[in-house]
């Protein structure tokens, strides 16, 4: 049995149509109604429009990434009540319309962040990039948030300050726009205004509290996509680990082994992305694939390069410092185990070829993605004929 391969897909406005992601090879699209406002209902009419627009492209709408959790949820401000009511309502809909996983993630105000989006190799391609020194430089230099040197090191704010320094104009600017991207799917970049405003709204809210935060939100909504059949799939963090002085509660195995605990039903699990949770040297991905297997409900497979200073640059799928031969294998252990195929999408991209004139979703070109997708399935293909 081989995983169900699946790519995502922005919804009709991306570069990247359909129709390409059935000729790289996938059965499935991995989308979200990014129109509508985080908080507000999904309703069926809207779910069935793109659904029937998938499946006309002769695809299937596989999985749901994200159906997001608003920051008045993880803050428990606000509407967050009402937004709860609306998020059960939408996972109602979401199952009357016969999808069955829904990803989303737990972390404030930003979704993912990296610091360059074209870093280039020397072949020429592009990848996104997480240097630490320019992180720092632009948290305690650039957006000059309040207190922000007391989380760094003596020896970080030196090489922060030395980035400054010795950075091109042109340099820093990158740094701070690719800072300050909005959500993924959205057009529109934060101001540092807003940020600062966003961040202050998480005064008081340290890590223990985000997760009773997580827990309370899971306890209700997990028994509603329980009775409609649906099950939830947190992505980690990424980075993983606290930025901009936020908490972060689904970096390390750890916080994994809390969510189950917490929270005992299956359909409480994982969007396994072997790139996020493999940014950090203290998680152990094939022993979390073993620990965690039965909560695994969809997968991301990328790979990032650490280099011992905080950087990392998203590598090769097969070159990074994730073994994901030795991944794949547990993933093929893991589905006859369960006998099941688990949709999993390549995570990211470089940008290459074609697509370097083209302006796409940074990691999401289609050319950088058919590639991984190519090889990751070749590994698959191979490892399965040997296991079965
Ligand atoms: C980045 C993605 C994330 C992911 C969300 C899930 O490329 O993996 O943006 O979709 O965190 O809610």
Partial sequence: MMMHQTMRWYGPHDVVQLADIRQAGCAGVVTALHQIPVGDVWTVEEIEKRKQMIEAAGMTWTVIESLPVSDDIKRQTGNWLQHIENYKISIRN???????????????VLDWLRTDVSYTFPNGSKALYFNRSAF????????????????????????????????????????????????PGSDDAFTPEQVLA??????????????????????????VAEAAGVVMAIHPDDPPYPVLGLPRIMSSEQDAADLVQAVPSVACGFCFCTG????RPDNDLIKMIQRFGDRIHFLHLRNTKMDGEGN???????????????????????????HISLPMRPDHGHQMLDDLHKKTYPGYSAIGRLKALAELRGIEYALSRVIA
């Fill in 198 to 223: 966003e961040l202050k709204k998480y005064e008081g809210i340290d890590t223990a509290k985000l997760k009773q935060h997580l827990f309370y939100f899971l306890e209700q909504v997990i028994p």
């Fill in 136 to 183: 720092v430089a632009f948290d305690v230099y650039m957006l000059k948030r309040p207190g922000a040197e007391k989380d760094y090191s003596m020896a970080e704010i030196e090489k922060a300050r030395l980035y400054m320094n010795t950075a091109s104009e042109d340099e820093k600017e990158k740094v701070f726009r690719n800072c300050l991207l909005g959500l």
């Fill in 312 to 338: 990392f640059f998203e590598a090769n799928h097969l070159e990074g410092d994730a073994d994901m031969f030795a991944i794949i294998k547990e993933i093929l252990l893991l589905m006859k185990r369960r």
């Fill in 94 to 108: 979401v199952a009357a319309c016969g999808l069955k996983v829904i990803t989303y993630n737990f972390m404030p």
């Fill in 276 to 279: 996020s949770f493999g940014a």
